[in-house]
């Protein structure tokens, strides 16, 4: 079946400028994370979606991001305000009711000038 | 604080030959997963393994192992028979209870298979 996936694959945007990244999971997944990846860091949760349960925002950088999710399955993650160290590769991961494995989607490069 | 560390930025390996990445947490859970992640230059985050901490026995995969020792909170991979396609980096992470499901991740290895 069709695995996570990610749009766009790359972004270039200037300093200041908003961005939305979109992540549409695997289908029938609950549960859905963002997560940021900087270079020569290791990977940072961002945020995590259960379902219809609030979501756990704890990872977010900054009130420049937020991120929404649709019907329980398509989401975007919203940078506003973007800073040259917001660029990195953003991550999504979905998983299914019960099963701790994440899966994951081949990324955005976000690269702010 | 729960961490994942893993020691060794970058390692190689000959072709057909067998190679152990480490990994090492901290944690006062009792219930938990890890995971290996592989990550090719495709960018793309590949699950290698899992394993369940109140498993003792050892997951396999094909030819890929661990090596998971619960009173020392280590966690190695093993490559058997390396494959030029096993290049990549290589992300040790854990999913403790307590963390609403979010993984924790080490620095990544990057492994490089040589001809």
């Known amino acids: 079946g069709a695995g996570v996936s990610q749009s766009p694959s790359n972004k270039v945007t200037e300093k200041g400028k908003d961005v939305e990244l979109r992540c549409d999971p695997i289908s029938g997944h609950t549960a859905l994370y963002w997560y940021r990846q900087s270079l020569g860091q290791g990977l940072e949760f961002l945020i995590y979606?259960?379902?219809?349960?609030?979501?756990?925002k704890s990872g977010l950088p900054s009130d420049r991001f937020s991120a929404e999710r649709t019907g329980g399955s398509v989401s975007t993650l919203t940078i506003q305000r973007t800073q040259q160290e917001d660029s990195a590769v953003y991550l999504c991961a979905s998983s299914p009711t019960g099963i701790p494995t994440q899966y994951f989607g081949p990324g955005t490069r976000l690269t702010v000038l | 604080a729960q961490t994942v560390t893993q020691s060794q930025p970058e390692m190689s390996v000959q072709e057909a030959e067998t190679v152990t990445l480490s990994c090492t947490y901290d944690?006062?859970?009792?219930?938990?997963?890890l995971f290996w992640y592989k990550q090719p230059p495709s960018r793309q985050m590949i699950l290698v393994i899992r394993q369940e901490a109140y498993k003792q026995q050892n997951a396999t995969e094909n030819r890929f192992s661990v090596n998971f020792q619960k009173a020392a909170k280590s966690f190695s991979l093993k490559i058997s028979d390396s494959q030029l396609g096993d290049t990549a980096m290589y992300f040790c992470a854990s999913l403790f209870a307590g963390n609403n499901r979010k993984l924790i991740w080490g620095l990544g290895t990057s492994l490089a298979v040589n001809p």
């Open positions: 944690t006062s859970e009792n219930n938990y997963y």
């Open positions: 979606f259960q379902g219809n349960s609030a979501p756990d």
